[in-house]
């Protein structure tokens, strides 16, 4: 974020704060450096006293959270915190992309005070709640259309992401083209010399150096163009190739397992779908700059994420009864939003997901000598070993019991 940036933020910083009575928390993300929280702050503020865990609470990482996840959903993001209070945020992205920053508006009680006393998770802050301003969430939704209306204007959105997205796609195809005229006809069209390319690239990540990698980015798409002649099968191998190993470095470099083994799924459905050379190039590119930023950003902020803490959840209480009433519960949100942005960032809705995780560990329980399948089904949640065998089937093809068999060589039961 630039110097005449922040200036911006803090002018419009005062007008928020002012007008709505709410505190208005601003994140400056340098390139070079960790995020920050800027500008006037009021040491007074109820998320600096806050007594939820004063082990792991950060207004930063909740700030920057607010504001990556503002940059995914084009531009703004209300979500809670662990106290059951409402935050709005705008991002303000750089020349390049990324997120340098934005404004938070919160805490801020959604409906009524009352109502968010009577389901604190700890005691001790009920007086000050009762005193926090309180809209509806019609007035929060107007809130957070304002500021992201003036994020837009202070880093003007708009016109720099559509001239970035031209310079982006001119820059992949001019690095991919012009590595023809020097590599076609080189030694350094082989496979050794790509794999050097990409190990500097994984390097890179691992190391933290983040303007290395996305220099090198463009220079092993142009590698794997040229090695693989332009064909776009042999691309999409090289490119699944590379996948798997930038989702890797990218988890040893700190960025959220889960999310990572999303995103690669997701990414390896969209290649096996490409048709076209050029737009393969910069589409994945796009995809590296993500894995890139995980790396990076998101992993500073991973455990203030919605999704992170209900598979987290689901994972540790799985042979409990588990119902979207209960994980809505447990992260602050109605169960209509919970199950639409769990169903946005999983792919799939929580019942798959709650499904999958069962059958997962009942897997690894059936590969255990001495455990009856009606104690794996008790132990992984499901009502009856009727069911489970049922669910299990369903999932895998075969019943618990061949695939004990499988395993085993022999009828264990």
Known sequence: MTDQILEKCKKYQNHFSELFKIPCHIVCSPSSSAPVLCGSENSD?????????????????TC??????ANRWNGKY??????????????????????????????????????????????????EILKLPSYSPKDIH?????????ASEISGIDEQK??????????????????KTFYEDSASQNAESLLSYEKVLRAAVLQGEK??????????????????????????????????????????????????????????????????VDQLAVWISD???????????????????????????IRKNCHEKLTLDILAREVFL??????????????????????????????????????????IAQACGFKDQSYFSKVFKKETGISPKKYRKNYFGVDMD
């Open 45 to 61: 503020c109820f998320c600096h006293c806050c007594n939820y865990d004063s082990d792991h609470h950060d207004l930063l990482a």
């Open 64 to 69: 920057f959270y607010g504001c990556n996840e």
């Open 78 to 127: 209300v979500y809670y915190c662990p106290m059951g209070l409402v935050f709005v945020a705008s991002s303000i992205t750089s020349e390049d992309h990324n997120v340098s920053g934005g404004l938070v508006l919160g805490p801020i009680v959604m409906g009524e005070n009352q109502d968010v006393v009577s389901d604190l998770p700890v005691t001790g802050r009920e007086e």
């Open 142 to 150: 107007h809130i957070s259309e304002l500021l992201c209306c003036v």
């Open 162 to 179: 559509y001239r970035n997205l031209l310079y982006d796609q001119e820059q992949v195809l001019k690095d991919i083209y012009m590595a």
């Open 211 to 276: 303007t290395v990698a996305l220099d090198m980015l463009n220079e092993v798409l142009a590698r794997v163009y040229v090695y693989s002649n332009y064909d776009i099968n042999s691309i999409k191998a090289r490119m699944l190739e590379m996948l798997v190993i930038l989702s890797r470095a990218t988890i040893e470099a700190g960025a959220d397992t889960n999310e990572i083994f999303r995103l690669s799924e997701s990414y390896i459905m969209e290649i096996e779908r490409s048709s076209d």
């Open 287 to 313: 995809i590296v700059r993500r894995f890139i930023i995980q790396a990076f950003d998101l992993a500073q902020v991973k455990h203030s994420d919605v999704v992170y803490k209900v598979t987290n959840y």
């Open 334 to 375: 109605s169960k209509s939003y919970l199950s639409s942005i769990f169903k946005a960032e999983t792919g799939v809705s929580l019942t798959e997901y709650i499904a999958n995780i069962r059958i997962e560990k009942s897997k690894k329980l059936l590969t255990t000598e001495g455990v009856a399948i009606s104690e």
